[in-house]
C-alpha cells in the first residue's frame, strides 16, 4: 500500500480544498523530457500543462509546494486486469472503478483495461461496462463523479482469446478459439481497442493481423509458440510488440532463437516486462534493457484482480487461486497475474542501475506513445494532461494528480 502524504494539517486542507479543481500550480523537483528540474514550477489550466518554468522567475501563487519531492509524469498501464480485489472483467462499473482508483494510488494515471480469455458473452459485457466507465469519465456525469476519481482508461487491450493452447499459461483453456474477424469487429463496437495479444504462429493469422493492422491497434504476440521465422513474417502482417516478454512465450534456444530471440534481435519489436524480480529473473531485465535500449520497452504490472490482497485462497471463475509472498498462482504453480503496481515495477528497475529518466520513458513515455496517445500522456511539458505523480526519497508515490485533479 502507497506511504501516506507526511504533511501537516495545513497542507493537507489545503488539498482537500483543491478537490474537483483543475487548475492548479505545483511546485518543486520535475522530472521534464530534459532531465530533472530542480525549483520548478508547473502552471495547469482546465487539467491541461499550461507551462513549466524556474520558480525564481515565476510571480504568480503557489498551491502545492512539495518542496524537494520529485514531481513526475504519471505511470501509463497497457496491460493491467484489475486490483485489490476487482476486475476488469466482471462488468461492473464499480468494480472497475475500484480497480481504478487503487492503482491510482500507486500512480498509474492512465490505464488500458486488459480482458482475458473468456466467453464472447462475458468479454462483451466487460467491454460494456469499460466502455460506460469511459463515457463516465469524459462527461463527469454528476451523479457519477465518485466513480471517476481514478485512472484515466485509454481503451482497452484484447489478451486472447486467440492465442495458442500450449502457451496459455492462467488463460482459460476452454474459451481459446480460431481468430474471428466478425467477433472482433463486435468488440470494437462497444470500446476502443487500443491492443491486441494473438498468437501469429496459428492458422488464419495472417488474414486477421492484416484486418487489423490498417485500425489504430497495437498488434501484440503473446501466449505465442511462436519461431523466430514466425515472427519474422508476422512482423510483415502488422505484428509490433511482445506481450510479457519471455513469460508465455517459446523461449530462447542456440538452434532455434524462438519468441524471445526475435525480441532481443529484432530493433523494430517492443516489448513489455513486468519487473516484479518473479516473473523474469533481475538480470533478464538487465538483459532486456541493455539489448532493446529504453525507447523499445514499456513496464506493465500484468496485476491480477488479487493484487494487493493480503495472502490466502480465493476462489475466481471456479478455480482457487493462491496469494502467497508476493506471487499470486493457481493450484498447480502457474502464476495467474502478478502482485505488481508501477511504482514498484520503477522502484525495481531503479534499483537494477537504470537511470531515472529511461525507467520514466518504459513507464511512461513509451506505453503513451504505443498506444497512440503520446500527444497528450507520459510526459511534463505544455500541452499535456496534467498526469503527475508525486514521489518521496525511496520513489513512493504521496499524491495523483489526473487531468489536473489531485484524486490521491
Given at each position: 500500500?502507497?506511504?501516506?502524504?507526511?504533511?501537516?494539517?495545513?497542507?493537507?486542507?489545503?488539498?482537500?480544498?483543491?478537490?474537483?479543481k483543475?487548475?492548479?500550480?505545483?511546485?518543486?523537483?520535475?522530472?521534464?523530457?530534459?532531465?530533472i528540474?530542480?525549483?520548478?514550477?508547473?502552471?495547469?489550466?482546465?487539467?491541461?500543462?499550461?507551462?513549466?518554468?524556474?520558480?525564481?522567475?515565476?510571480?504568480?501563487?503557489?498551491?502545492?509546494?512539495?518542496?524537494?519531492?520529485?514531481?513526475?509524469?504519471?505511470f501509463?498501464d497497457?496491460?493491467v486486469?484489475?486490483?485489490?480485489?476487482?476486475?476488469?472483467?466482471?462488468?461492473?462499473?464499480?468494480?472497475?472503478a475500484?480497480?481504478?482508483?487503487?492503482?491510482?494510488?500507486?500512480?498509474?494515471?492512465?490505464?488500458?483495461?486488459?480482458?482475458v480469455?473468456a466467453?464472447?458473452?462475458?468479454?462483451?459485457s466487460?467491454?460494456?461496462?469499460?466502455?460506460?466507465?469511459?463515457?463516465?469519465?469524459?462527461?463527469?456525469?454528476e451523479h457519477?463523479?465518485h466513480?471517476?476519481?481514478?485512472?484515466?482508461?485509454?481503451?482497452?487491450?484484447?489478451?486472447?482469446?486467440f492465442?495458442?493452447?500450449?502457451?496459455?499459461?492462467?488463460?482459460a483453456?476452454?474459451?481459446?478459439r480460431?481468430?474471428?474477424?466478425?467477433?472482433?469487429e463486435a468488440?470494437?463496437?462497444i470500446?476502443?481497442?487500443r491492443?491486441?495479444?494473438?498468437?501469429?504462429?496459428?492458422?488464419?493469422?495472417?488474414?486477421?493481423?492484416?484486418?487489423?493492422?490498417?485500425?489504430?491497434?497495437?498488434?501484440?504476440?503473446?501466449?505465442?509458440?511462436?519461431?523466430?521465422?514466425?515472427i519474422?513474417r508476422?512482423?510483415?502482417?502488422?505484428?509490433?510488440?511482445?506481450?510479457h516478454?519471455y513469460?508465455?512465450?517459446?523461449s530462447?534456444?542456440?538452434r532455434e532463437?524462438?519468441t524471445?530471440?526475435?525480441?532481443?534481435l529484432?530493433?523494430?519489436l517492443?516489448?513489455e516486462?513486468?519487473?516484479?524480480g518473479?516473473?523474469?529473473?533481475?538480470?533478464?531485465?538487465r538483459?532486456?534493457?541493455?539489448?532493446?535500449?529504453?525507447?523499445r520497452?514499456?513496464?506493465?504490472?500484468?496485476?491480477?484482480i488479487?493484487?494487493?490482497?493480503?495472502?490466502g485462497?480465493y476462489?475466481?471463475g471456479?478455480?482457487e487461486?493462491?496469494?502467497?509472498?508476493?506471487?499470486?498462482?493457481?493450484?498447480?504453480?502457474?502464476l495467474?497475474g502478478?502482485?505488481?503496481?508501477?511504482d514498484?515495477?520503477?522502484?525495481?528497475?531503479?534499483?537494477?542501475?537504470?537511470?531515472?529518466?529511461?525507467?520514466w520513458?518504459m513507464?511512461?513515455?513509451?506505453?503513451?506513445r504505443?498506444?497512440g496517445?503520446g500527444s497528450?500522456?507520459g510526459?511534463?511539458?505544455?500541452?499535456?494532461?496534467?498526469?503527475?505523480?508525486?514521489l518521496?526519497n525511496?520513489?513512493?508515490?504521496?499524491?495523483?494528480?489526473?487531468?489536473?485533479?489531485i484524486?490521491?
Amino acid at each position: 500500500m502507497p506511504v501516506k502524504y507526511d504533511c501537516d494539517n495545513g497542507d493537507e486542507m489545503k488539498v482537500n480544498l483543491m478537490a474537483g479543481k483543475r487548475d492548479i500550480c505545483l511546485s518543486g523537483r520535475v522530472l521534464t523530457p530534459a532531465g530533472i528540474r530542480s525549483h520548478a514550477v508547473i502552471v495547469v489550466k482546465k487539467g491541461i500543462i499550461e507551462k513549466v518554468e524556474d520558480r525564481f522567475v515565476y510571480g504568480g501563487l503557489i498551491d502545492l509546494d512539495v518542496g524537494d519531492s520529485l514531481i513526475a509524469p504519471g505511470f501509463v498501464d497497457i496491460h493491467v486486469h484489475g486490483g485489490y480485489g476487482n476486475d476488469f472483467m466482471s462488468g461492473s462499473v464499480e468494480e472497475i472503478a475500484k480497480a481504478l482508483h487503487f492503482h491510482a494510488m500507486h500512480g498509474t494515471t492512465s490505464i488500458l483495461p486488459t480482458t482475458v480469455t473468456a466467453s464472447h458473452e462475458c468479454t462483451s459485457s466487460a467491454l460494456q461496462a469499460i466502455g460506460q466507465m469511459i463515457r463516465i469519465q469524459k462527461e463527469g456525469a454528476e451523479h457519477d463523479l465518485h466513480l471517476s476519481k481514478g485512472s484515466d482508461i485509454l481503451g482497452v487491450h484484447l489478451e486472447g482469446p486467440f492465442i495458442n493452447p500450449g502457451k496459455a499459461g492462467g488463460q482459460a483453456l476452454e474459451w481459446i478459439r480460431p481468430f474471428d474477424m466478425a467477433e472482433y469487429e463486435a468488440w470494437e463496437q462497444i470500446v476502443p481497442i487500443r491492443m491486441i495479444t494473438l498468437a501469429p504462429e496459428l492458422e488464419g493469422a495472417e488474414p486477421f493481423i492484416r484486418f487489423v493492422a490498417v485500425k489504430p491497434v497495437l498488434i501484440s504476440a503473446g501466449h505465442t509458440d511462436a519461431k523466430l521465422d514466425d515472427i519474422h513474417r508476422s512482423m510483415k502482417w502488422g505484428v509490433q510488440h511482445l506481450t510479457h516478454f519471455y513469460n508465455a512465450m517459446r523461449s530462447l534456444h542456440h538452434r532455434e532463437p524462438g519468441t524471445i530471440g526475435a525480441g532481443l534481435l529484432q530493433q523494430e519489436l517492443t516489448v513489455e516486462l513486468i519487473a516484479d524480480g518473479i516473473h523474469v529473473h533481475p538480470d533478464m531485465l538487465r538483459l532486456a534493457y541493455l539489448t532493446k535500449g529504453a525507447d523499445r520497452i514499456a513496464l506493465i504490472t500484468d496485476a491480477s484482480i488479487l493484487c494487493g490482497l493480503a495472502d490466502g485462497v480465493y476462489k475466481r471463475g471456479g478455480r482457487e487461486i493462491i496469494v502467497e509472498n508476493g506471487l499470486i498462482r493457481l493450484r498447480d504453480g502457474t502464476l495467474k497475474g502478478s502482485n505488481l503496481t508501477m511504482d514498484r515495477s520503477a522502484q525495481m528497475m531503479i534499483e537494477l542501475g537504470v537511470p531515472i529518466e529511461d525507467v520514466w520513458k518504459m513507464a511512461a513515455v513509451n506505453p503513451a506513445r504505443w498506444i497512440g496517445k503520446g500527444s497528450r500522456k507520459g510526459a511534463i511539458k505544455p500541452g499535456m494532461d496534467a498526469d503527475l505523480i508525486v514521489l518521496d526519497n525511496h520513489f513512493n508515490v504521496i499524491r495523483t494528480i489526473v487531468r489536473g485533479e489531485i484524486i490521491f
